[in-house]
């Protein structure tokens, strides 16, 4: 009997000895290595349905955690840089079409009629002068001839609308041709200049914006700011193409157009060709006499062909020369013109104005030059009348 006691108890000890075994195989890793007696029960009870419980819980509340606060962020950041990126993009296309002096007041507004639209445009006056050079000079000229033919452009204007009687005013003030000044908008700006655009534009504006509300006069009058392209070496005395004589269009001395692209042309015409423009008969059996006088620049003055006698300017206008400073060759059946020059050559010469600002002369070197007696003034001071109260 007391050795069956004795064959339990060891077998007793054997099995208590294996369930401690497996409790701390199960438990390894996750208890510290000596649990105080009075923690064991806590530890080694708890249900098994809490711990169930408990694990998809904390996922679940770490889902949602994810998803209301991380999730959010991670979509407005991307689209927060786009924003941004956006934002700055458009302040860039702002600054670009509305500079400086634009934004600021313009003393008035001019109404341009659009020849292809056959609609008015109102521009503000600063606006309408950074267009006027972009459409009538080289963008890539000297800044300061720019800013010359600034002031030619803004006096131009100012000198028209107030000399534009009540009786004759019309829905506009100016077309957008050489019937006034030419005239482009920015889209058809861009369209011209492409890539170039931007700085070429800039460019014109700092011109405008430097010179702002400047004009040319005479007498405290504004002047006609008479602009031409190239000259023949000089320009010519007001008089001696037009009708009238005005004291600041004198002939001067401008041999920086020498190295204008546009200083020598030549045209060839038959004689039918020349009869049918001059609405003339010649002579075609031989040689033509012809006689010319010229005019203190050397353009023609008047032109004597086989007894018919015509203008200089008669015959640049009709034959559409570049210049009333030609020669003609007669060669059998034809007539050759070489010209000398570009436009009417009274006035400012821009590719001369560009010629100065290249040696360092200034705007107002410029037009003190191509302009006799003139004096920088003011649209406010000079035309008050214009001005938007």
């Known amino acids: 009997m007391k050795k069956l006691n004795m064959y339990h108890s060891a077998k007793n000890k054997s099995i208590i000895k294996k369930i401690k075994s497996k409790q701390k195989a199960t438990y390894k890793g ?9 923690k064991r029960k806590t530890a080694f009870h708890k249900p098994k349905t809490a711990a169930t419980w408990k694990l998809p819980t904390i996922l679940m509340i770490s889902s949602l955690f994810f998803i209301i606060l991380i999730i959010p ?13 956006e934002s700055r993009m458009v302040e860039k296309e702002q600054t670009a079409q509305t500079p400086q002096e634009e934004t600021e007041a313009s003393p008035f507004s001019v109404a341009v009629m659009r020849s292809t639209s056959e609609e008015v445009e109102n521009v503000p006056l600063e606006t309408y002068v950074s267009r006027v050079i972009a459409s009538e000079m080289p963008a ?6 720019l800013k010359a033919q600034a002031l030619a452009a803004r006096t131009y204007i100012v000198n028209h609308k107030l000399h534009t009687n009540e009786n004759d005013k019309k829905e506009s003030d100016v077309t957008d041709t050489v019937q006034h000044q030419v005239y482009k908008d920015d889209k058809e700006l861009k369209r011209q200049w492409g890539s170039d655009y931007e700085w070429k534009i800039d460019k014109i504006k700092k011109a405008v914006q430097e010179t702002k509300g400047e004009i040319l006069t005479y007498n405290s009058q504004p002047i006609t700011p008479a602009f031409f392209s190239t000259s023949n070496g000089f320009t010519e005395n007001s ?43 010649l002579n075609k059996s031989g040689s033509l006499v012809m006689e ?24 640049r206008e009709k034959l559409e020369l570049r210049s009333s400073d030609f020669k003609i060759k007669q060669k059998n059946d034809h007539l050759i013109f070489t ?5 009417h050559g009274i006035g400012m010469s821009q590719y001369g104005a560009n010629g100065m600002a290249k040696e360092g002369k200034t705007y107002k070197d410029i037009v003190n030059h191509y302009y006799k007696g003139v004096e920088i003034s003011t649209v406010t001071d000079t035309a008050p009348a214009l001005v938007v109260k």
């Open 73 to 85: 962020t991670l979509i407005v950041i991307p689209f927060g840089k786009e924003s941004e990126n």
């Open 140 to 145: 890539d000229f000297e800044l300061e001839a």
């Open 239 to 281: 008089e001696d193409y037009w009708e009238n004589e005005l004291p600041y269009l004198r002939s001067v001395e401008s041999h920086w157009d020498k190295s204008s692209p546009k200083f020598l042309d030549q045209k060839i015409f038959t004689l039918n060709q020349f009869e049918n423009a001059m609405k003339v008969e």
């Open 339 to 343: 010209t000398k020059g570009y436009g």
């Open 292 to 315: 010319v006088t010229r005019t203190k620049s050397n353009r023609v003055d008047e032109l004597m062909i086989d007894g018919h006698k015509f203008s200089g300017r008669a015959v």
């Open 30 to 38: 996750t208890l510290p290595k000596k649990i105080p007696p009075w």
